[in-house]
């Protein structure tokens, strides 16, 4: 009797799952094929190459690709230094006490909030309190805060696949501490290190809320993309022709045209993603 009622849990928790991830990607499908449908006629090599014209109405979306390739290159340059270091402290130096398991939790609580409540924190502090101005390097560095626990979280997941078997071999045949970890923990680590790196990338690449309140602007006509200067990002060009613009059905296939490039950028960060820990696990191989 027990070992049908189990059974019988069994059966019904795995139809929930795989029915709530049917209903899931049936809907994402959905999404994804009306975007494309939509979108694929504005698609072309001036509608990529070419600067936004006549109040957004015709033109491309050059100005916000690049916005979007610098800003996420300052979130990289601030987020994946500060990260991992902080990640190998956490993971082989600190002591697993008390203090050191709230700085874990903190980490993890702060991947939970909000990504508006960063653009607010990073409003206060980068453009007010710094004095940083409404910037390119503004907003960048609000994405590096947000992305700085999931960098953290996922560098020290993939150290702790390492056995710990390995550091002791490494230590008994002489070598230091630092040594152990900078030669072979951390080239162990590399595919999961930057799986994680770049999986945060593509997310911060699609973010809206941290750059409305610290850099992006509704149109620039300037490609130079100074880093102390307002900027065009492709998530926030979306949003403007979408809700904000005053001729929003006239702009509307250029909207579902900037949403599948949008849509493609992240495709293909998370495609590398996999390819890098595909690679690394053959090389291993």
Same mark, same amino acid.
């Given at each position: ?7 019988l %849990? *069994? /059966?019904?928790?795995? #139809?929930?799952?795989? =029915?709530?991830? !049917? ?5 994402? +499908?959905? &999404? ?16 990529? %190459? *070419? /600067?936004?014209?006549? #109040?957004?109405?015709? =033109?491309g979306? !050059? ?5 979007t +390739?610098? &800003? ?8 994946i230094?500060?990260?991992?270091c902080?990640?190998i ?7 697993n ?25 990073g ?19 609000t ?31 002489g ?5 152990t ?8 680590a590399v ?6 790196v ?8 699609g ?5 409305l ?19 065009m ?6 949003y403007?022709l ?24 992240v495709f ?17 191989n």
């Amino acid at each position: 009797m027990q070992h049908k009622r189990f059974k019988l %849990s *069994s /059966i019904i928790e795995w #139809g929930s799952l795989t =029915g709530t991830t !049917l209903i899931v990607c049936f809907f994402l +499908v959905v &999404i994804i094929l009306e975007i494309v449908f939509k979108g694929i006629g504005s698609m072309s090599w001036e509608f990529i %190459s *070419s /600067i936004p014209k006549e #109040g957004m109405t015709k =033109g491309g979306i !050059l100005t916000p690709i690049i916005g979007t +390739v610098l &800003i996420t290159l300052i979130t990289a340059a601030f987020a994946i230094p500060f990260g991992i270091c902080c990640a190998i402290y956490l993971n082989e130096y600190a002591e697993n006490n008390k203090l050191t398991r709230i700085i874990r939790a903190a980490i993890r609580n702060l991947s939970g909030v909000p990504s508006i409540i960063y653009g607010l924190f990073g409003l206060a502090l980068f453009v007010q309190t710094l004095q940083l101005g409404t910037s390119l390097l503004a907003a960048g560095l609000t994405l590096g805060l947000l992305s700085l626990p999931y960098i953290i979280t996922t560098t020290e997941e993939a150290l702790m696949q390492i056995p710990n078997s390995t550091r002791e071999a490494a230590l008994a045949v002489g070598a230091t501490k630092f040594e152990t970890i900078k030669d072979i923990v951390i080239p162990s680590a590399v595919p999961g290190i930057l799986t994680g790196v770049v999986l945060t990338l593509s997310r911060a690449a699609g973010e809206t809320a941290p750059i409305l309140f610290t850099g992006a602007a509704f149109y620039i006509s300037d490609t130079n993309g100074y880093i102390n200067q307002e900027f065009m990002a492709l998530p926030y060009h979306l949003y403007m022709l979408s809700t904000q613009h005053q001729s929003i059905e006239e702009v509307r296939p250029i909207a579902y045209g900037t949403a599948l490039v949008l849509i493609l950028v992240v495709f293909l960060l998370n495609l590398s993603a996999f390819y890098i820990r595909y690679k690394f696990r053959k090389n291993e191989n």
